[in-house]
Each structure stands twice: as C-alpha cells, then as structure tokens.
C-alpha cells in the first residue's frame, strides 16, 4: 500500500505546481471522479480550487452511497403471494400467463403490467 503522504507529493509536478486532480484519479474512482476547475494563480490559489472541487467529490460520493445502501438494504419493496399448494401456484401462474417469466421470484413492474396497474418509474 502506497503511503498517502507519497501520494500526496506524486501529486507535485516537477514544475512545483500541485495537481489535487491527478491524486483524485488515483485515490478515488476515475468513473466517478469530475475533473476540478483549471487553478490559475499561486500554488495556495491552485490547491485551494482544488481542495474546493475534493470536498464536492467526497460529499457527491457520499451521498451516491448512502442512496446506494439504502437501495441495498431496502426489504420493503416486495411481498409474497402464497396458494394451499404447488398445483395452485402453477396454475395461477400459468393462467396469468406468468409461468414463462420463473415460479417463485417475479419481476413486479411485469406482474403491474399484465394487471394494468401504473406504478411509477425509478
């Protein structure tokens, strides 16, 4: 593992200038990442632009996770339907002209449709 403080000074060019957004690209997710303002000024005008942009990123990346576990760790967004028997299940299934579509886990935006129920869209 790489040391953050020689991560820090690979993000000081030979030149002095700091490059925050070259460190971003190997600290953080490249995917993820939007590239900071052009700094023009001084190296504290440089790195203050660019500590400005680091501290967006990491609240936009915190927010897009905590949005990404609640959607993980949601268990409200499905219910189950039971019958007395298999027979009956299959059956009903078949009737609805579900059967082709699995037996036990069925996608409800598919179900909402056959039923022409409107649910909204995500």
């Known amino acids: 593992m790489t040391d953050p403080l020689d991560r820090v000074l690979d ?10 957004d070259g460190l971003l690209d190997r600290v953080l997710d490249p995917d993820a990442h939007q590239p900071a303002p052009e700094p ?5 005008d440089q ?10 990123g990491i609240k936009d990346r915190k927010r897009a996770e905590r949005d990404r576990f609640r ?17 009956q299940k ?9 059967w082709e579509y ?3 886990y069925l ?5 909402a449709d056959r039923l022409g129920v409107e649910v909204p869209q995500e």
């Open 40 to 44: 023009a000024g001084t190296f504290a």
């Open 90 to 98: 299959e059956a009903f299934l078949k009737a609805a002209g579900l």
């Open 47 to 56: 790195a203050a632009v660019q500590l400005s942009a680091l501290e967006q």
């Open 11 to 20: 993000g000081v060019d030979a030149l002095g200038t700091f490059d925050l």
């Open 71 to 87: 959607a993980a760790t949601d268990s409200e967004y499905w219910f189950a339907v039971c019958f007395t028997s298999r027979a």
């Open 102 to 104: 699995g037996d036990k």
């Open 107 to 111: 996608d409800g935006r598919l179900l």
